[in-house]
Nanobody, 125 residues
């Protein structure tokens, strides 16, 4: 089992940047694919980005491609979401998630087994 704790959320103006971090407990971090999801008020949780166990493969939602970058450091049990050129529609609670599945291209909530508590990101217009 793995426990996930997100940090780095906050309030930013349109066009600004934020860097979200997710710290994972346990000694088997590298055996999990990792992902970020977000949920805006009144909406379903949606996929943002995911990264494979080794970090060699990533995939993104079309809405964030070219603006967000996911990365991981398996020596520090950390996954990062760098968010640039933020828009008001990026406002949501962002969740870190871990998956025991080995495939690449993970992008649905059902494919992820463990979740953090979330961190709020608010982009003002």
């Amino acid at each position: 089992q793995v426990q996930l704790v997100e940090s780095g959320g906050g309030l930013v103006q349109t066009g600004g940047s934020l860097r979200l971090s997710c710290a994972a407990s346990g000694r088997t971090f590298s055996s999990y694919a990792m992902g970020w999801f977000r949920q805006a008020p009144g909406k379903e949780r949606e996929f943002v980005a995911a990264i494979s166990r080794s970090g060699g493969s990533t995939n993104y939602a079309d809405s964030v491609k070219g603006r967000f970058t996911i990365s991981r450091d398996n020596t520090k049990n950390t996954v990062i979401l760098q968010m640039n050129s933020l828009k008001p529609e990026d406002t949501a609670v962002y969740y870190c998630a871990a998956s025991r599945r080995s495939g690449i291209g993970l992008h649905t909530t059902l494919e992820f087994d463990y979740w953090g508590q979330g961190t709020q990101v608010t982009v003002s217009s």
